[in-house]
Each structure stands twice: as structure tokens, then as C-alpha cells.
């Protein structure tokens, strides 16, 4: 599980589309107090930080729209609460950068 702190328009198909998929996931494990996953790095970076996550997802939604993509699954602002910037990191934004390098996948880093 991995929400990137790339901007999505730098974003392969693969990856903006992944991710899309994973934060639901991970929405979904924070706002219902799933136990699965609940103690992954990702997770706990986010708990807190519901504003900053519905933040990204936007993000990631309009980037799928001006490509084209359908978007038909949307969060409930309701749980949008806490911080609404992200500062913590699993990976620093140079380790995002040269792990994105490495896949050779056609995101633009």
C-alpha cells in the first residue's frame, strides 16, 4: 500500500490509478477502524490527517478527469477532518522520485 507525494500529473496510468484504488482502501481502513492494516506505515501516517488525504484524492480525481478517466467513487467530505497537509513520510520525495525512476514505468520524475 503506497499514497505517493508525487504530483499526480507526473503520474504513469499505472500509478495514478493504483493509487487511486489503494486510498480508498486506506480510507476506508482509517474512517471504519478496520484492524487489517491498520499498523502499516502508511496507515498511521495518515490517521490524523483525513483533511490532507481527501486533499490528495482530489487531486488524483481531477488528473483522472483531464485524461480522461470516469470517476464514480467519491469520499464523504463529512470525514474529512485533522490536518490538511501531509508532513510525515515513509519515503522522503527524493527516495519517491528515484524508486519511480527504477520501475522505468513512464511516470515523469
Not at 500500500?1 to 499505472?14: G, H, L, S, T, V
Not at 501516517?45 to 483531464?66: D, F, N, P, S
Not at 528515484?98 to 522505468?104: F, N
Amino acid at each position: 500500500m503506497r499514497i505517493w507525494d508525487i504530483p499526480p500529473e507526473k503520474m504513469c496510468r499505472q500509478h495514478l490509478l493504483g493509487e487511486h484504488r489503494e486510498l480508498h482502501a486506506l480510507w476506508s481502513i482509517i474512517i471504519n477502524d478496520k484492524k487489517a492494516y491498520a499498523h502499516h506505515p502508511e496507515t498511521l501516517r495518515w490517521k490524523g490527517k483525513l483533511k490532507a488525504l481527501y486533499l490528495r484524492h482530489e487531486a488524483l480525481v481531477k488528473e483522472m478527469t483531464e485524461r480522461g478517466y470516469k470517476h464514480h467513487t467519491s469520499l464523504d467530505p463529512a470525514f474529512a477532518t485533522g490536518k490538511a497537509v501531509q508532513d510525515e513520510f515513509v519515503n522522503t520525495y527524493e527516495e519517491q522520485v528515484r524508486i519511480l525512476k527504477e520501475k522505468g514505468c513512464g511516470c515523469r520524475v
